[in-house]
């Protein structure tokens, strides 16, 4: 496709609930990031693939995120027992290579009730 | 503790008139900066960088500064139009330190109005 997709848009969620949020970077992109915007605030790291590779998962705020990307490709961010901090947009990039000028998705907004 | 700060949350221009949003960082490792527009429900979009080997960026209507010493940077847009508009966001990458492969540190945004 043209650009980064992410699907669902918008995703209500109970608390407890296990949720997957999908990423569709551009093709070929060898660079996926996932960023974490909460309402009022900057976009803030969560992890980093090259290819298939989780290079760098320090943003995750907890054991109950995952993210996985087992093709290189599509990644998948699953967020188990989701809480109601973890409502906020959720963010995809990608970037045909290393380094910082990539191009975002609309991003999913996710809402713990 | 936040590394990158949008002192300003909001800002309110005239249109023709010069904005200048402006942001602060703290850490010395930062080499390069961005700035990002973004309009409700997108992603942000890319707008202009600045590596810190120099002091200026200039693209069409928009001029990026950096004062490395005083750890600032401002974006100005000349001149303003309405379809400016929009949250704008400073973010900031080290090229070395374990991070070279692009890891972004975002400010909080600044809103951008512009009136006709």
């Known amino acids: 496709g043209a650009g980064v997709s992410q699907s669902p848009r918008y995703k209500v969620a109970k608390r407890g609930q296990d949720v997957a949020l999908r990423c569709d970077p551009i093709?070929?992109?060898?660079?996926l990031f996932w960023y974490q915007q909460a309402l009022g605030q900057g976009p803030e790291f969560l992890t980093y693939f090259q290819n298939e590779a989780q290079l760098d998962k320090s943003g995750l705020p907890s054991d109950r995120f995952f993210a996985e990307r087992p093709e290189g490709s599509v990644s998948t961010l699953k967020i188990q027992r989701t809480q109601q901090e973890d409502s906020a947009v959720y963010l995809c990039a990608s970037s045909k290579t290393t380094g910082p000028g990539y191009t975002f998705g609309s991003g999913t907004r996710l809402t713990v009730v | 503790d936040q590394q990158v700060k949008q002192n300003s949350p909001s800002l309110s221009v005239q249109e023709g008139r010069i904005s200048i949003l402006n942001c602060d960082y703290t850490n010395s490792m930062f080499d390069y900066f961005l700035w990002y527009k973004k309009y409700p429900a997108e992603g942000p979009t890319f707008l202009i960088s600045i590596s810190s080997i120099k002091d200026k960026n200039e693209d069409g209507r928009f001029t990026v500064f950096l004062n490395k010493s005083a750890k600032h940077l401002s974006l100005h847009i000349v001149p303003s139009q309405p379809g400016d508009s929009a949250v704008y966001f400073c973010a900031a990458s080290a090229s070395s330190g374990g991070t070279s492969y692009g890891k972004l540190t975002f400010g909080q945004g600044t809103i951008l109005t512009v009136h006709p």
């Open positions: 093709s070929g992109h060898v660079s």
